[in-house]
């Protein structure tokens, strides 16, 4: 793990046990860059990526003499950068990074973590709490194993934020169900072991230590600034503040709130006043900020109780609480009254003889001598624990750098805790490795491939012998390159057990391997069940230069004129805000947190938009901002409101209000019309199989064919025994097959391969694999279904309908289908042709089926916000074939009713100004589906519902 800080770059090679159900520590080695002038961490070169990559090489060095040669290959590294490297901006950290894991990946063994489980990333600040809580928590041996005991919770004190991470324990004094962590972006839920910790963990931009000194240095001078209006010959003189040490000083550089940066000399009173340094500590953290979600602990924040939740456990205090704590000779643990009394005597100064107490500690008195803000230091500390988190005198906390002569820190709590790599479980080294080849399918269509999969692969249809892992990697191969693995390892626990001595072993292997083989994989740490890589609501250096779309739930920070003009230009059907902050601005930073959350909560309804003043000089002189935080709103590209503070209830209330203007809320959700409001999940299919003898007799000497006979084999053992047991065909065969039967068999034959085809694509796994079949197979045959309409065969026209209808099962297929007009406009022209074919009844029901299916999909990402699948052009012409039918269909209830479902489902929530309504006004809807009433008596309901949104 390379822990790339701002100041240098740090190594830590941990070596673990694997052999048992959880991985043991055994050692650790650690290395960290050399100094050197300017810094030897990765931000140290914002302008040569490559020499930034280059200065972890002495740090793997290290892992290369440390890891033995036999598992490097299986030993994972990943890079986690902080803050430094985000101050550079997107641009420059995009490729300092992209820079460090091409020369892992290039130049070093060990397999870098994937970008999707944050390989080599800047660190969110959320994470890296928990991270340290982690840490913490499994050297101490409370997590990992199978029974859970109480956790300890972990209070990091940095320079700019101060951490909270705990397992809030909630119990009922009546004898009821306990009270549960609130839901919220604090909730964090972390499994490994089998076990489930929910804990609360919270990050308080702008009180961390140096912050907290800033702001009381700031709330001093004000005060001063305030008597002495008019001049400033105050500041020449010394300023007394009561947080310095009696008989100390020294200069600082403060910016007031008129945005003038002062440079003065602050100074310790005459006599000591630890208690008015503690007043200044408690207005810093505004204990009578509005709270929104309570009980909160300061600044308005929410968080359990700790004493009700969280009385007796440990606690463990790292950092600053360290720092500056431990060379003045304090034991590792101790209560916070003692550290109040510890504060007091720094506050009373040297000259008052109190510092008497520590000349028997080495260091302690040039530590004193040293920091004449150490008076300030403690007080905020003791502030924070106590007043802040609500802490009793008497409540003891514990600091360490080390536990077990492992560093404490985040950095081992950063291990992948989910994933097995090859090689590092207990089973060992694999006994052969074989090269699959290489797929160029994108990262998001695998995922959603592997998602389809959940119903087959089930933890209930394992079996060692019969369907184990070797099966699901069969079935991946096939989609992934197209071509199954070996035919020796899908049938090893075959060939094993019809030996005599396997038959003799079965029952003893199977009792005792089950549980080992079936034991639960820890799921993801991500929060909220959320990737990595694809979080919501977190800041990021966007350059709208790079990207031309604006990315839902990002505040972007533009530091260009010209960049700040295109993410307004992009709002103009919107909204935008602009928030001004400065990083001089200590209470710009507490709202930093919400505005996130509702950049999260607007997605692609609004830009939000952060203006750093400090870097973005040339939009200041534009702008003539002369306050920080300052927020601007815009709507439909006009200024709307301004207003200045770091109010977070008045920023939410301004913020909802205008994405209200901006997104009124649909007529349509004012109706109360239950069956067009829901989701339609279930499409309609046709999963019947036909007489699988005859159909193959019906294609003449195709029928012989092994690809045909290998179909059939396989949708057999599928019906017989279950998806689990039915091990896939080669697909590209079946591919290969069913494309030359359609250019070289006459059009009359073809329904019977169709129809084979059709009962097979129900499998999850084939139509996943025909999703990005690069024969275009399905394509292929919905062309050819629609050839000379009137020319198609009844039997193909049918079965082609009932296989398109079938790919609706598939979410992989069903979005191509839609979004794609490659496949949308050939599928359409298969619905409105056999939507209107009056001889054959069957044919209309399956065609509105399949336009139901259309329809349902689309409404679906509708009414969950998301854009439409289908374009605009293409609903219009599928709405007036439907509604064409509509007006002809009475015969058939099915028909009539899949109708009325895909026009109310087309036109549920469309734009009232759009080409869809246009139409439905044109053609006279309205009195379309108001003539069906009272065709079929069970459908005026719907008609009812259907007639409301065309209305």
Same mark, same amino acid.
Request: some cysteine; overall charge negative.
């Given at each position: 793990m390379v822990d790339a800080g701002s100041t240098g770059s740090r190594i830590h090679v941990y070596r673990f046990n694997n052999c048992g159900d959880t991985p043991?520590?055994?050692?650790?080695?650690?290395?960290?860059?050399?100094?050197?002038?300017?810094?030897?961490?990765?931000?140290?070169?914002?302008?040569?990526?490559?020499?930034?990559?280059?200065?972890?090489?002495?740090?793997?060095?290290?892992?290369?003499?440390?890891?033995?040669?036999?598992?490097?290959?299986?030993?994972?590294?990943?890079?986690?950068?902080?803050?430094?490297?985000?101050?550079?901006?997107?641009?420059?950290?995009?490729a300092i990074l992209a820079a460090v894991r091409t020369r892992l990946e290039t130049k070093f063994p060990f397999p870098v973590v994937s970008a999707a489980n944050g390989g080599v990333e800047v660190m969110d600040g959320k994470d890296e709490g928990v991270y340290a809580w982690i840490t913490t928590n499994y050297l101490l041996g409370k997590i990992g194993g199978p029974d859970k005991s109480p956790t300890a919770a972990v209070f990091d004190l940095g320079g700019g934020s101060t951490q909270i991470v705990f397992e809030p324990i909630f119990k009922s004094p009546s004898g009821g169900m306990p009270e549960t962590l609130l839901e919220g972006d604090h909730k964090y839920s972390f499994k490994t072991g089998g076990q489930t910790h929910e804990l609360y963990q919270h990050s308080h931009l702008g009180f961390g230590l140096m912050a907290a000194r800033e702001s009381i240095h700031k709330?001093?001078?004000?005060?001063?600034?305030?008597?002495?209006?008019?001049?400033?010959?105050?500041?020449?003189?010394?300023?007394?503040?009561?947080?310095?040490?009696?008989?100390?000083?020294?200069?600082v550089n403060v910016t007031l709130d008129d945005g003038e940066l002062y440079e003065v000399t602050m100074a310790g009173p005459d006599e000591p006043a630890p208690a008015q340094c503690r007043g200044l500590a408690e207005k810093l953290l505004q204990k009578e900020a509005a709270c929104t979600l309570a009980p909160?602990?300061?600044?308005?924040?929410?968080?359990?109780?700790?004493?009700?939740?969280?009385?007796?456990?440990?606690?463990?205090?790292?950092?600053?609480?360290?720092?500056?704590?431990?060379?003045?000779?304090?034991?590792?643990?101790?209560?916070?009254?003692?550290?109040?009394?510890?504060?007091?005597?720094?506050?009373?100064?040297?000259?008052?003889?109190?510092?008497?107490?520590?000349?028997?500690?080495?260091?302690?008195?040039?530590? /004193?001598? *040293?920091?004449?803000?150490?008076?300030?230091?403690? %007080?905020?500390?003791? #502030?924070? $624990?106590? +007043?802040?988190?609500?802490?009793?005198?008497?409540?003891?906390?514990?600091?360490?750098?080390?536990?077990?002569?492992?560093?404490?820190?985040?950095?081992?709590?950063?291990?992948?805790?989910?994933?097995?790599?090859?090689?590092?479980?207990?089973?060992?080294?694999?006994?052969?490795?074989?090269?699959?080849?290489?797929?160029?399918?994108?990262?998001?269509?695998?995922?959603?491939?592997?998602?389809?999969?959940?119903?087959?692969?089930?933890?209930?249809?394992?079996?060692?012998?019969?369907?184990?892992?070797?099966?699901?990697?069969?079935?991946?191969?096939?989609? /992934?390159? *197209?071509?199954?693995?070996?035919?020796?390892?899908? %049938?090893?626990?075959? #060939?094993? $057990?019809? +030996?005599?001595?396997?038959?003799?072993?079965?029952?003893?292997?199977?009792?005792?391997?089950?549980?080992?083989?079936?034991?639960?994989?820890?799921?993801?740490?991500?929060?909220?069940?959320?990737?990595?890589?694809?979080?919501?609501?977190?800041?990021?250096?966007?350059?709208?230069?790079?990207?031309?779309?604006?990315?839902?739930?990002?505040?972007?920070?533009?530091?260009?004129?010209?960049?700040?003009?295109?993410?307004?230009?992009?709002?103009?059907?919107?909204?935008?805000?602009?928030?001004?902050?400065?990083?001089?601005?200590?209470?710009?930073?507490?709202?930093?947190?919400?505005?996130?959350?509702?950049?999260?909560?607007?997605g692609d309804k609004a830009v939000l938009i952060k203006v750093d003043l400090s870097d973005a000089y040339e939009i200041g002189a534009k702008y003539q901002i002369r306050v920080t935080p300052t927020f601007w709103t815009f709507l439909k590209g006009e200024k709307e409101n301004e207003w200045t503070g770091a109010n977070e209830s008045q920023l939410r209330g301004n913020v909802n209000l205008l994405l209200q203007m901006a997104n009124p809320v649909h007529p349509h959700k004012h109706l109360r019309i239950h069956t067009l409001q829901r989701p339609h999940t279930k499409p309609v299919v046709y999963d019947k199989t036909p007489p699988l003898d005859k159909l193959i007799a019906k294609m003449g000497k195709c029928g012989s064919e092994p690809a045909v006979h290998a179909l059939k084999d396989f949708i057999v053992a599928r019906q017989n025994n279950g998806a689990i047991d039915a091990p896939l065909p080669s697909l590209p065969t079946v591919s290969k097959f069913i494309v030359q039967h359609l250019q070289t068999s006459?059009?009359?034959?073809?329904?019977?391969?169709?129809?084979?085809?059709?009962?097979?694509?129900?499998?999850?796994?084939?139509?996943?694999?025909?999703?990005?079949?690069?024969?275009?197979?399905?394509?292929?045959?919905?062309?050819?279904?629609?050839?000379?309409?009137?020319?198609?065969?009844?039997?193909?026209?049918?079965?082609?309908?009932?296989?398109?209808?079938?790919l609706f099962s598939s979410s992989m297929f069903a979005s191509k289908l839609l979004s794609d007009d490659n496949y949308a406009i050939p599928l359409l022209r298969l619905v409105t042709g056999s939507l209107l074919d009056l001889e054959h009844q069957p044919v209309r029901v399956a065609a509105a089926s399949l336009a139901f299916n259309i329809a349902a999909l689309n409404h679906s990402r509708r009414i969950h916000d998301q854009d439409d699948l289908l374009s605009e052009s293409n609903q219009v012409e599928l709405m007036a074939s439907v509604l064409e039918a509509m007006g002809k269909e009475r015969v058939s209830k099915e028909g009539l009713r899949g109708l009325l479902l895909a026009t109310g489902l087309l036109k549920y929530l469309a734009p009232e100004d759009g080409e869809l309504s246009d139409l439905c006004r044109a053609v006279g809807a309205r009195e379309i589906v108001s003539e069906t009433k009272g065709a079929f008596s069970d459908l005026n309901d719907l008609v009812k519902e259907v007639g409301q949104v065309i209305s």
């Amino acid at each position: 793990m390379v822990d790339a800080g701002s100041t240098g770059s740090r190594i830590h090679v941990y070596r673990f046990n694997n052999c048992g159900d959880t991985p043991e520590l055994e050692g650790e080695k650690f290395k960290m860059t050399e100094k050197r002038e300017g810094g030897s961490g990765l931000s140290s070169y914002p302008d040569d990526p490559e020499a930034a990559a280059a200065s972890l090489d002495m740090l793997l060095d290290e892992a290369m003499t440390s890891v033995a040669e036999e598992v490097k290959s299986c030993t994972p590294i990943a890079v986690k950068a902080t803050a430094g490297l985000r101050k550079l901006g997107e641009e420059k950290s995009k490729a300092i990074l992209a820079a460090v894991r091409t020369r892992l990946e290039t130049k070093f063994p060990f397999p870098v973590v994937s970008a999707a489980n944050g390989g080599v990333e800047v660190m969110d600040g959320k994470d890296e709490g928990v991270y340290a809580w982690i840490t913490t928590n499994y050297l101490l041996g409370k997590i990992g194993g199978p029974d859970k005991s109480p956790t300890a919770a972990v209070f990091d004190l940095g320079g700019g934020s101060t951490q909270i991470v705990f397992e809030p324990i909630f119990k009922s004094p009546s004898g009821g169900m306990p009270e549960t962590l609130l839901e919220g972006d604090h909730k964090y839920s972390f499994k490994t072991g089998g076990q489930t910790h929910e804990l609360y963990q919270h990050s308080h931009l702008g009180f961390g230590l140096m912050a907290a000194r800033e702001s009381i240095h700031k709330i001093v001078l004000q005060a001063v600034h305030d008597k002495h209006q008019g001049t400033k010959e105050w500041a020449n003189r010394e300023v007394q503040n009561p947080c310095l040490v009696p008989g100390m000083a020294r200069k600082v550089n403060v910016t007031l709130d008129d945005g003038e940066l002062y440079e003065v000399t602050m100074a310790g009173p005459d006599e000591p006043a630890p208690a008015q340094c503690r007043g200044l500590a408690e207005k810093l953290l505004q204990k009578e900020a509005a709270c929104t979600l309570a009980p909160c602990s300061f600044n308005g924040v929410h968080q359990p109780s700790l004493a009700k939740t969280f009385a007796r456990e440990d606690v463990y205090i790292f950092s600053y609480f360290y720092d500056r704590t431990q060379p003045l000779g304090m034991p590792e643990s101790f209560t916070i009254g003692e550290l109040k009394d510890l504060a007091a005597k720094v506050c009373d100064g040297e000259k008052n003889g109190a510092w008497k107490a520590f000349e028997g500690i080495e260091g302690a008195m040039e530590e /004193l001598r *040293g920091r004449p803000e150490g008076c300030l230091d403690l %007080s905020f500390m003791v #502030t924070l $624990l106590h +007043t802040g988190y609500e802490m009793g005198l008497n409540r003891e906390v514990k600091i360490a750098k080390k536990i077990g002569g492992n560093e404490l820190g985040w950095c081992l709590g950063a291990r992948d805790w989910r994933d097995s790599y090859p090689g590092s479980t207990h089973h060992g080294q694999p006994m052969e490795k074989i090269s699959m080849g290489q797929t160029q399918l994108p990262l998001e269509v695998i995922l959603e491939y592997l998602d389809s999969l959940r119903t087959v692969y089930t933890m209930e249809s394992y079996d060692l012998f019969l369907h184990n892992c070797n099966n699901f990697s069969n079935d991946f191969a096939m989609f /992934l390159v *197209g071509k199954g693995i070996p035919d020796h390892i899908t %049938s090893l626990p075959e #060939t094993v $057990l019809n +030996t005599p001595f396997g038959q003799m072993l079965r029952p003893q292997l199977d009792q005792a391997m089950r549980g080992v083989t079936q034991a639960p994989v820890p799921p993801s740490n991500i929060p909220n069940g959320q990737p990595r890589g694809a979080r919501t609501g977190v800041s990021a250096n966007q350059s709208p230069a790079q990207e031309a779309t604006h990315v839902p739930g990002i505040v972007y920070k533009p530091t260009k004129i010209t960049q700040l003009d295109q993410l307004l230009n992009s709002a103009k059907t919107k909204c935008a805000v602009i928030f001004f902050t400065s990083a001089t601005c200590p209470p710009c930073k507490i709202v930093y947190p919400a505005y996130d959350e509702l950049a999260a909560a607007a997605g692609d309804k609004a830009v939000l938009i952060k203006v750093d003043l400090s870097d973005a000089y040339e939009i200041g002189a534009k702008y003539q901002i002369r306050v920080t935080p300052t927020f601007w709103t815009f709507l439909k590209g006009e200024k709307e409101n301004e207003w200045t503070g770091a109010n977070e209830s008045q920023l939410r209330g301004n913020v909802n209000l205008l994405l209200q203007m901006a997104n009124p809320v649909h007529p349509h959700k004012h109706l109360r019309i239950h069956t067009l409001q829901r989701p339609h999940t279930k499409p309609v299919v046709y999963d019947k199989t036909p007489p699988l003898d005859k159909l193959i007799a019906k294609m003449g000497k195709c029928g012989s064919e092994p690809a045909v006979h290998a179909l059939k084999d396989f949708i057999v053992a599928r019906q017989n025994n279950g998806a689990i047991d039915a091990p896939l065909p080669s697909l590209p065969t079946v591919s290969k097959f069913i494309v030359q039967h359609l250019q070289t068999s006459p059009i009359e034959s073809l329904f019977p391969v169709v129809d084979l085809f059709r009962t097979a694509l129900v499998d999850a796994r084939v139509s996943g694999f025909f999703a990005q079949d690069p024969q275009h197979t399905v394509l292929s045959i919905i062309k050819k279904a629609t050839e000379g309409d009137a020319q198609v065969p009844y039997q193909l026209r049918i079965v082609t309908l009932h296989l398109a209808c079938n790919l609706f099962s598939s979410s992989m297929f069903a979005s191509k289908l839609l979004s794609d007009d490659n496949y949308a406009i050939p599928l359409l022209r298969l619905v409105t042709g056999s939507l209107l074919d009056l001889e054959h009844q069957p044919v209309r029901v399956a065609a509105a089926s399949l336009a139901f299916n259309i329809a349902a999909l689309n409404h679906s990402r509708r009414i969950h916000d998301q854009d439409d699948l289908l374009s605009e052009s293409n609903q219009v012409e599928l709405m007036a074939s439907v509604l064409e039918a509509m007006g002809k269909e009475r015969v058939s209830k099915e028909g009539l009713r899949g109708l009325l479902l895909a026009t109310g489902l087309l036109k549920y929530l469309a734009p009232e100004d759009g080409e869809l309504s246009d139409l439905c006004r044109a053609v006279g809807a309205r009195e379309i589906v108001s003539e069906t009433k009272g065709a079929f008596s069970d459908l005026n309901d719907l008609v009812k519902e259907v007639g409301q949104v065309i209305s």
